[in-house]
C-alpha cells in the first residue's frame, strides 16, 4: 500500500512560497529534482516554471484543476500559481530524478524587450501560462528533449536553448489550459498552509470513507466555514474534489484490471453504486462498462499511460 501522506512528509508543513535563486552568471533555473522532498507541496513563486515530469505517474494540482500525469508530462506555470504534482510512495522510497525544472523571471524578459523588441512575442504566451498549461504531441516530445539536453552547456549556449524552449512553447498549438479563469485563491502561508494538511489527508484517505468535518478539524475550522474555503482556495468543493479522485482511480482500474465494476466502485470509495455510475456518466458522458469496452479496444493500438489511453482521458 502507498502511503501519500508519507510522500508529503505528513504533517511537516514545508514553506508555502518558493524562493528562487539563480547563480549570478545565469539567467533562468535548471534543476533536476528526486521525489519526494522538501518542496514537494502546494506552492507557489512570482517566477515562471517549466515542470517536466521524467519518471512515475500520480496527480497534478494545478490552481483548481486536478488531473492524471505520467512520464513525458510537460506543462509551464505562470508565476504565482499553485501547483503540485504527487506521486504515492512508499515509506522510506525515493524515485531518484522524476522532474526536471526551469524557472525564470518574466519580467528579465519583459525589461529586455525594451532594447530586443522581438522579445514582446512572449507575452501572449506569459498570459496564457497565468492558468497553466499542459503541453501534447510533438510540442511535448521536443520539449522534453531541449530540456533534457540543456544539462551539460552552460552560458550563451545554454541560453539560446531556452530560448528554443520558449519559442516552441509559445507557438505551439499543442497543449491544454488547465486552471479555470476565475481561480483566485488566498495566497498567504496561513491559506496555504491549510489547503496543504487538507490535500494530504484527502489523498491519502479518498478511497476511504472521508467526510468534509474530518479535514475541518485538522484546522479546528467548523464545517461550513472549511467548505467555503476549501472551494476559494482549490476551486472545487470538497465533495467534487473527492469524487474527482475516485473516478481518476476508477478509471485506471478499468483499464488495467478485470475487476468487477461493482467491487471497483466501492473499493475508490463510493458507498452507492446509482450514485457511482451517475458520477462517472456526468464525467465521461458514458457508462463504466462502455469505458472498460473502448479501453480493452484501443489496448490493441494504444500504449496504456497510467489508465489514460489515447483518446481516453481521465479528466475533462
Given amino acids: 500500500m502507498t502511503h501519500l501522506a508519507d510522500s508529503l512528509h505528513g504533517t511537516k508543513m514545508s514553506p508555502f512560497f518558493e524562493h528562487i535563486i539563480t547563480d549570478a552568471g545565469e539567467s533562468f533555473l535548471w534543476r533536476l529534482d528526486d521525489y519526494p522532498w522538501q518542496r514537494n507541496v502546494w506552492n507557489f513563486h512570482p517566477e515562471f516554471e517549466i515542470h517536466l515530469i521524467r519518471k512515475s505517474s500520480g496527480v497534478a494540482y494545478v490552481g483548481d484543476y486536478i488531473g492524471p500525469f505520467c512520464p513525458g508530462h510537460l506543462a509551464v506555470i505562470g508565476g504565482g500559481l499553485p501547483h503540485d504534482w504527487v506521486t504515492g510512495t512508499r515509506p522510506g522510497e525515493l524515485i531518484s530524478n522524476r522532474d526536471i525544472v526551469v524557472q525564470f523571471d518574466a519580467q528579465k524578459i519583459r525589461t529586455a524587450a525594451a532594447a530586443l523588441p522581438e522579445f514582446a512575442d512572449l507575452e501572449e504566451f506569459f498570459a496564457r501560462c497565468g492558468r497553466g498549461l499542459a503541453f501534447r504531441g510533438a510540442a511535448a516530445q521536443e520539449g522534453a528533449a531541449l530540456i533534457e539536453a540543456m544539462h551539460k552547456p552552460r552560458g550563451f549556449a545554454r541560453l539560446l536553448m531556452f530560448f528554443e524552449l520558449l519559442h516552441l512553447l509559445s507557438t505551439t498549438v499543442e497543449y491544454d489550459v488547465l486552471s479555470s479563469p476565475n481561480f483566485v485563491p488566498e495566497l498567504n502561508k496561513a491559506a496555504v498552509d491549510v489547503i496543504q494538511k487538507a490535500l494530504i489527508y484527502i489523498?491519502?484517505?479518498?478511497?476511504?470513507?472521508?467526510?468534509?468535518?474530518?479535514?475541518?478539524?485538522?484546522?479546528?475550522?467548523?464545517?461550513?466555514a472549511m467548505s467555503r474555503f476549501f472551494l476559494k482556495n482549490t476551486g472545487n468543493s470538497f465533495?467534487?474534489?473527492?469524487t474527482k479522485l475516485r473516478l481518476y482511480r476508477t478509471c485506471i482500474l478499468l483499464t488495467e484490471t478485470t475487476m468487477p465494476i461493482t467491487d471497483i466502485c466501492f473499493?475508490?470509495?463510493f458507498t452507492n453504486l446509482s450514485n457511482f455510475n451517475r458520477n462517472f456518466l456526468r464525467q465521461y458522458r458514458m457508462t463504466p462498462s462502455s469505458y472498460r469496452r473502448l479501453a480493452k479496444h484501443r489496448r490493441h493500438h494504444d500504449k496504456p499511460r497510467d489508465g489514460v489511453l489515447s483518446g481516453l482521458s481521465v479528466f475533462p
Fill in 203 to 224: 489523498v491519502d484517505n479518498h478511497m476511504k470513507a472521508i467526510r468534509l468535518r474530518d479535514i475541518a478539524s485538522l484546522s479546528d475550522m467548523s464545517e461550513s
Fill in 239 to 242: 465533495t467534487e474534489h473527492v
Fill in 267 to 269: 473499493g475508490v470509495g
